[in-house]
């Protein structure tokens, strides 16, 4: 009997990623969904630039290679030419919430058919880990050596609760992949924005926090142990929109 196999939906291209990136892992839940639901012949991945951009080497459905940010517009036009397929993007945090913003609102604001996936690591990773939207207050990186300081730079961009605002979204969710528990939970709500484009509800986001070892100057270790008392703190997880089960973000924080 088979316990632990590797997804149909992966290929067998080694990753590129660096050691202890969990960039891998996020990978493996998108193909699991993939599998579970059996949609790999209608999936079409749109991959980003970024660390992630050879994304298309490792997905074994048909993939789209989009502009810097662009991936949701690109999501948006596939969709609309052809819906019965099912479209889904894999955006770093400085693809998405810096030059991708605006694609990414108005995705939402439209309540586009589409699922995204969003990887959020607080820096820029491929180019060398300069400081992105979402790289925390006094996060030392390339560009902020002395650590970022928010009267110059201004605060982190904090998706989930920007677009949770957002009328036409139908479904966003915060979730991490630093121990087991959390990739039990990230694997759930990866599927479920999937199963939202099934049913034809509309634009979903899954923001997952993730570590970046390299860039960060850390080992593997120590990067899950950074995201669990400095990134989940300042990102909390939760699901901060479902409109069809009644659910946005206020006051009260993320529902759990």
Known sequence: MIVFDKPKSLTDAPLHYCPGCTHGIIHRLVAEAIDSLGIEGIAVGVAPVGCAVFAYNYFACDMVEAAHGRAPAVATGLKRAEPENIIF???????????????????????????????????????????????????????????????????????????????????????????????????RAIKKAFENQINGKGFSLIEVISSCPTNWGMTPKKALEWVEEKMIPYYPLGIYKDRSAGIVYGKEGAAK
């Open 89 to 187: 993007t894999y955006q770093g945090d400085g693809d998405l919430a810096s030059i991708g913003m605006a694609e990414t609102v108005h995705a939402a604001a439209r309540n586009e058919n589409i699922t995204i996936i969003f990887v959020n690591n607080a820096i820029y990773g491929m180019t060398g880990g300069q400081m992105a939207p979402t790289s925390l207050p006094g996060q030392v990186t390339q560009t902020s050596p002395y650590g970022r300081d928010t009267s110059v730079c201004g605060f982190p961009v904090r998706v989930c609760e920007m677009l949770s605002q957002v009328d036409g979204a139908e479904y966003i969710e915060r979730v991490a992949v630093n121990n087991v528990k959390n990739i039990k939970n990230a694997g």
